[in-house]
């Protein structure tokens, strides 16, 4: 192949993988809320965010730990603080939950002797 046909296809492969990435960036689902948290060294704390949500409508939780030492514990609580899903300890965890009410619902993550990292995001479902 002459070296100017290469150069047309490595164009060609470049221009492809930016339109690609942008379309991926235009349409990727936004959260409604989220939280990240990095400990170097050993905290215990409260984290959490808050996000209205509909009834009947659903929504996916996803969570990420990257524990060195310490747990960290995620709950869901309505407006009127009851536990709507208190959520399994993992290094990954992605879970869609119906809403009942149409309200303020919190997301909170309690960690103790904490070090490392975590984060959450709540999205809307369609």
């Known amino acids: 192949m002459r070296r100017m046909e290469k150069g047309y296809i490595a164009t060609g492969v470049f221009l492809t993988s930016a339109l690609l ?3 991926w960036l235009l349409t990727s689902p936004r959260p409604v809320c989220s939280m990240h948290r990095a400990c170097p060294q050993p905290e215990t704390n409260i984290a959490n965010v ?6 009947g409508g659903r929504i996916k939780c996803a969570i990420s730990t990257h524990a060195e030492s310490g747990t960290v ?4 609580y309505d ?3 009851a536990i709507v899903k ?10 869609c939950l119906p809403l009942a009410q149409s309200q303020t619902y919190t997301l909170e993550a309690a960690y103790k002797d904490f070090t490392g990292t ?9």
Request: zero cysteines; hydrophobic letters at 50%; glycine letters at 12%.
């Open 50 to 55: 808050s996000f209205s949500g509909e009834a």
């Open 21 to 23: 990435l942008g379309l």
């Open 79 to 81: 407006g009127n603080g």
């Open 118 to 126: 975590f984060s959450a995001a709540i999205y809307k479902v369609d």
């Open 73 to 76: 514990d995620f709950f869901l």
């Open 86 to 95: 208190e959520f399994d300890r993992a290094d990954a965890l992605t879970i």
